[in-house]
């Protein structure tokens, strides 16, 4: 007989890190992905990679054409142009794009890719994250509104104002004080 304690409590650990893993790239809303050199299309993807980028996971690995219609029309030839200098010079890179998922919407996606070589220095394939930054670059188009909208408060402002960094430098002076003091 053989006891296999240990590898029960071992692949008992596994799945259990894998459901860690599972929720915390979904609470980060970070998939990860690999693409194999070899086949010139996607070996892996996470759930929430499937998500991320608007594909349904039963419908298994997109084909590479496939995940490039789903990058926004104006993102496609810089993406593409990216991905094959990558490829190409075997190196490692970190973008941005827009996504248009199923019903329409368009979500922001940062992608960092790291590329893994054989011991001769071939490509082996490239691993990497997807990470929805949508609502990260919804809150700083707002605040550079509000910043906008601000500068125009103070620009109008019949006062002098100006305001200061640190080390005396000048961030900004709004128009009165700059008819007034000169620039």
Known sequence: ???????????EDLRSSEGYLAEAQKMSQTGSWAWSAATGGP????????????????DGLPQGEDFFQQIHPDDRPGFRELAETSIREKAEFEADYRVVHP???VGDIHVIAHPVLS??????EFVGTVIDVTERK???E??????????????LTPQLIAVFGPNRERLHINRIAL?????
Request: one cysteine or more.
């Open 103 to 105: 019903d329409g919407r």
């Open 43 to 58: 070996s892996y993807w996470s759930e929430e990679c499937y998500r991320v980028l608007g594909f349904d996971p039963t």
């Open 138 to 140: 919804r809150a700083e």
């Open 119 to 124: 011991t001769s220095g071939e490509l082996v």
């Open 179 to 183: 008819d007034y003091l000169g620039p």
């Open 1 to 11: 007989m053989t006891d296999i304690t240990k590898r029960k409590t071992a692949e």
């Open 142 to 155: 707002e605040l550079r509104g509000s910043e906008m909208e601000l500068r125009q408060v103070l620009d």
